[in-house]
Each structure stands twice: as structure tokens, then as C-alpha cells.
T-cell receptor
Framework: AQKITQTQPGMFVQEKEAVTLDCTYDTSDQSYGLFWYKQPSSGEMIFLIYQGSYDEQNATEGRYSLNFQKARKSANLVISASQLGDSAMYFCAMRRTGRRALTFGSGTRLQVQP | DAGVTQSPTHLIKTRGQQVTLRCSPISGHKSVSWYQQVLGQGPQFIFQYYEKEERGRGNFPDRFSARQFPNYSSELNVNALLLGDSALYLC???????????FGDGTRLSIL
């Protein structure tokens, strides 16, 4: 079975600073994908970034980067230059290659302060 | 282009009733998945449909059922509603079976 653990229920960051949201995962599979989603209060899940288990480079998408440490089974999200609009819930998720379902963590609520 | 659309946005039902939630995927997307998100938790996978066939099912009772239509839209049905079914129900579509999921805004279901 797969499990995603997000140990930070809430985080505060000052505007324009960088912040790291932690994610660890547990799986016996060798091939899998890791995802980060943002969920504003409106409810929509917004895809941010993806990392495949065999990708050698850490994924980056604009201000988002994923710090992937396979041996430690961690996939932390780094947001650079935080903006007020980054305030939201952030979910880490994984999916076994070839399978259908995403397994989500419990989320981290990020609040960006001016 | 329109994203994933779900209807209704909010719904209030009483215990024992039945409910139908609807989802229209992004144009061209043939796979639809349903997730349940209870307040304070991450979403949990309920179903995935691809080309009108069920391709995956999560750990939910038989009271939950779904189907996908020829135009790739989907309905989620829940019978004999329980208080614990109160949640945000999210629909996601993907271009292929294992592609990146694009989520709708969800239907917020409240059971009284």
C-alpha cells in the first residue's frame, strides 16, 4: 500500500521569501509518480508539478521546484518568492505507474503574510 | 477552453436519500475520475472511467456507483446517504488513462 505523509498542518511565510513544504512517501514500487496540487478556498485542485521516480533531475515549474530525494523517500515542494496568492492548501500525491488512483497526503495550509 | 465542469456546486440532502453528481471533462479527455474529500483531509479515490469502462475503484461501499457516457461525461450516484457522506466531491479528467489529472471545482454535498 502507498502512503503520503505531510507533517506540517500549517505554515506561515513572509511575502517574497521562499518556503519548503515537506512530503514523505512510503511505497514498495520502483516506478511511480509524485505530484503537488494547490487547493484554494474555492475547492479546485490545481496541478503544480510532477516528478517521476526515474527522473534524475529535480522538476521545476516557474517558482515551484521539487526537491526529490529518492533514498529518503521525500518529495518536498519549494516555492520561491512567495506571493499573497500562494495562500492555500497544498497536497502531495503519488500514483503507481500504470495504476489509476492518486493517493493524497493530508495537506499543508500555507499562509503568506505581507 | 473550458476546464472540468461539475454540477451542482452545492447540494443539501437528508439521510437515506439518493444523489447524482455530474461531471463534464475537458474537451478531448476520455478518462474521468471521482474523489471524495472530507473536511480537513486529502481527497480519496472513488472511481476511474476510461472509454466508458470502469478502470479502477477505491475502497468505497456499493452505495457508490458511477457511469460514463458516450460524450465522456460522467455521473456519480450515491444511495442511502449517510451523515459521513458529507464532503467535497471532485471530478478529474485526463487525456489518457494515466495522464496528469485536471480537477473541477467540486460539488459540496451536505447531509442533514
Amino acid at each position: 500500500a502507498q502512503k503520503i505523509t505531510q507533517t506540517q498542518p500549517g505554515m506561515f511565510v513572509q511575502e517574497k521569501e521562499a518556503v519548503t513544504l515537506d512530503c514523505t512517501y512510503d511505497t514498495s514500487d520502483q516506478s511511480y509518480g509524485l505530484f503537488w496540487y494547490k487547493q484554494p478556498s474555492s475547492g479546485e485542485m490545481i496541478f503544480l508539478i510532477y516528478q517521476g521516480s526515474y527522473d534524475e533531475q529535480n522538476a521545476t515549474e516557474g517558482r515551484y521546484s521539487l526537491n526529490f530525494q529518492k533514498a529518503r523517500k521525500s518529495a518536498n515542494l519549494v516555492i520561491s518568492a512567495s506571493q499573497l496568492g500562494d495562500s492555500a492548501m497544498y497536497f502531495c500525491a503519488m500514483r503507481r505507474t500504470g495504476r489509476r488512483a492518486l493517493t493524497f497526503g493530508s495537506g499543508t495550509r500555507l499562509q503568506v503574510q505581507p | 477552453d473550458a476546464g472540468v465542469t461539475q454540477s451542482p456546486t452545492h447540494l443539501i440532502k437528508t439521510r437515506g436519500q439518493q444523489v447524482t453528481l455530474r461531471c463534464s471533462p475537458i474537451s478531448g479527455h476520455k478518462s474521468v475520475s471521482w474523489y471524495q474529500q472530507v473536511l480537513g483531509q486529502g481527497p480519496q479515490f472513488i472511481f476511474q472511467y476510461y472509454e466508458k469502462e470502469e478502470r479502477g475503484r477505491g475502497n468505497f461501499p456499493d452505495r457508490f456507483s458511477a457511469r460514463q457516457f458516450p460524450n465522456y461525461s460522467s455521473e456519480l450516484n450515491v444511495n442511502a446517504l449517510l451523515l459521513g457522506d458529507s464532503a467535497l466531491y471532485l471530478c478529474a479528467s485526463t487525456l489518457t488513462v494515466a495522464g496528469e489529472e485536471h480537477f473541477g471545482d467540486g460539488t459540496r454535498l451536505s447531509i442533514l
